[in-house]
């Protein structure tokens, strides 16, 4: 098992900054990827951004050139730096993991998720 914690979300002034991280912790688990995504009021969750293990990036259009993701290997943490926020940045932001989790006698895949931070950019 994969434990997410989040940090770092907040109320911010629109051309603003925030930096969320998002720190994993367990047992017997290597990470194939982590990311951030994000779920509006009445909108459905959606991917921000995304780095894999093997250091491939995506950005959602609407932040890239705004938004950075990064990481931690040494402390299984992953970053959101998020500069020039906008009203419509405004959401809840999840920290999601996708992991191989070795067993005494297999492993398997699975995806874990964050407890949710809130994001708010006033205009």
């Known amino acids: 098992q994969v434990q997410l914690v989040e940090s770092g979300g907040g109320l911010v002034q629109a051309g603003g900054s925030l930096r969320l991280s998002c720190g994993a912790s367990?047992?017997?688990?290597?990470?194939?990827?982590m990311g951030w995504y994000r779920q509006a009021p009445g909108k459905q969750r959606e991917l921000v951004a995304r780095?894999?293990?093997?250091?491939?990036?995506f950005y959602e259009d609407s932040v890239r050139g705004r938004f950075t993701i990064s990481r931690d290997n040494t402390k299984n943490t992953v970053y959101l730096q998020m500069n020039s926020l906008k009203p419509e940045d405004t959401a809840v932001y999840y920290c999601n993991v996708n992991a191989q989790v070795k067993t005494p006698r297999s492993w398997y895949i699975s995806d874990y998720w964050g407890q949710g931070t809130q994001v708010t950019v006033s205009s």
């Open positions: 780095l894999t293990s093997g250091g491939s990036t």
């Open positions: 367990g047992s017997d688990f290597s990470i194939n990827a």
